[in-house]
């Protein structure tokens, strides 16, 4: 069994900043890579950002400089520090990570989200 705890979401105004955290415990032996997506009312899940197990990043185009993703593989833990929020950054924010246990293949799974919320 895998668990991911997601904290960090909450309200805050235009040009505010929050921080996300997603804490990974369970029946884990290594974990490739570890992201976030987000999906607001109406519209379909994107990935926001990735990291990769060699720390290699990607962003989705609309948060490229404003967002930070990082992680600390002692602690199975990724952040994503959020600044110069927008509305439109508004949407539940779901943690995912790839992982395997005994298997060779890794396996995803998906936290249980955490709504941010940026008012204007």
């Known amino acids: 069994q895998v668990q991911l705890v997601e904290s960090g979401g909450g309200l805050v105004q235009a040009g505010g900043s929050l921080r996300l955290s997603c804490v990974a415990s369970?029946?884990?032996?290594?974990?490739?890579?570890m992201g976030w997506y987000r999906q607001a009312p109406g519209k379909q899940r994107e990935l926001v950002a990735v990291?990769?197990?060699?720390?290699?990043?990607n962003y989705v185009d609309s948060v490229k400089g404003r967002f930070t993703i990082s992680r600390d593989n002692t602690k199975n833990t990724v952040y994503l520090q959020m600044n110069s929020l927008k509305p439109e950054d508004t949407a539940v924010y779901y943690c995912?990570?790839?992982?395997?246990?005994?298997?060779?293949?890794?396996?995803?799974?998906w936290g249980q989200g955490t709504q941010v919320t940026v008012s204007s």
């Open positions: 995912n990570v790839e992982y395997r246990y005994f298997s060779p293949s890794y396996t995803e799974y």
């Open positions: 369970g029946s884990i032996f290594s974990i490739r890579t």
């Open positions: 990291v990769r197990s060699g720390g290699v990043t």
